[in-house]
């Protein structure tokens, strides 16, 4: 029985070793990879992720399998750290469009392609550098749950942000340093494609300013940890709190300044406001006050006259002879 176990597991060994050496695999490719999202926008696409397999060489067999599969990356894309095989496919046009980004998070295998089934490219050939279209795209967090720190262009300010990117999907608005970032589209403006970014806070809008203002700070559901801060209104001051990653409220800020300057002063608007209304309304309570109690003392004034009256002159005061007709 264990002679014929051992012959199995040979065999099933055996078998996945002929498919490994069925494939060739880039061996200048470094492990430590991820794919970057603009791959995604110009052609590659994801062809599996299979949860099951959690080891590289059994995610390079599911790939050499595959004819339509250029790349295996094996790593943890959600935040429960098991690790995940995903095969991708890299082929559009017959260029290779899957470009490789650091990460400490996953590791890719790359196929080695046919002359005959690839023509050559460059990083410039997939985003040309004088396109600036993907600077005014909003920021994307994407699908998946990891929590990485990434910089996206703001159009409305022409300022580069920071935002939690998941680590799959989103657009080409993502860049891995604020210098980056500013690299590639520090000037570029609005004028070409409108900002589809959530409107500004108007500072006359309380609704806005429950949201942006006077919230509670929120960690939201994530397990990252990342400094932020948020306005405290009893205080009128920014303090900081720990970001889990995703979701939270509007009342989230990168920086103490930029929280400031926000939030400092438009509370002391709404309080203004607040006060001006109450008192308003008090003054309207005081003047129907007023017109009830003179009305009241008119008629107690009334009451009295009657009273000094002698009786038959209160009869004929409260029922006036009436005027013979004839």
């Not at 490219?121 to 795209?137: G, I, K, M, P």
């Not at 590639?184 to 806070?201: E, R």
């Not at 995703?246 to 002063?265: D, F």
């Not at 007023?290 to 004929?316: G, H, M, T, Y």
Request: net charge negative.
């Amino acid at each position: 029985m264990a002679q014929v176990c051992f012959t199995a597991s040979l065999v099933g060994f055996l078998c996945c070793l002929s498919v490994l050496n069925a494939c060739k695999w880039d061996p200048d490719t470094e492990l430590e990879q991820g794919l970057d999202i603009s791959s995604l926008d110009n052609g590659a696409a994801y062809l599996a992720h299979l949860p099951e397999i959690t080891d590289a060489e059994r995610c390079q067999s599911a790939c050499c399998e595959r004819d339509d599969c250029q790349l295996a990356v094996i790593g943890t894309p959600a935040d429960d750290g098991r690790p995940e095989c995903i095969l991708v496919s890299c082929m559009k046009d017959g260029k290779d469009v899957c470009v490789l980004t650091q990460s400490t998070q996953f590791k890719v295998y790359r196929k080695i392609l046919d002359s005959a089934d690839q023509e050559p490219q460059n990083e410039a050939e997939v985003r040309s550098v004088s396109s600036t279209d993907h600077c005014r795209l909003p920021s994307v967090v994407g699908i998946c749950r990891a929590a990485f720190p990434r910089f996206y262009y703001d159009v409305t300010d022409q300022t580069c942000k920071q935002f939690i990117y998941g680590g799959c999907g989103g657009n080409d608005n993502n860049f891995n340093s604020q210098e980056e970032c500013e690299a590639s589209c520090s000037g570029v403006t609005v004028k070409v494609i409108p900002s589809t970014k959530k409107d500004p806070v108007v500072p006359n809008s309380s609704k806005s300013f429950e949201e942006t203002c006077a919230a509670p700070f929120d960690s939201g559901p994530c397990r990252a940890a990342f400094q932020m801060f948020y306005f405290e209104s009893s205080t009128q001051s920014c303090k900081s709190f720990i970001y889990g990653g995703c979701k939270g409220n509007r009342n989230r800020y990168s920086s103490e300044e930029e929280c400031m300057a926000a939030c400092s002063g438009k509370n002391s608007f709404f309080l203004v406001a607040t006060l001006a209304i109450m008192s308003a309304l008090l003054l309207v309570g005081l003047i129907l006050i007023a017109v009830r109690r003179n009305r009241n003392r008119r008629l107690l004034i009334l009451d009295d006259k009657e009273e000094l009256l002698p009786a038959e002159e209160q009869v004929s005061y409260e029922k006036p002879p009436k005027e013979d007709s004839c």
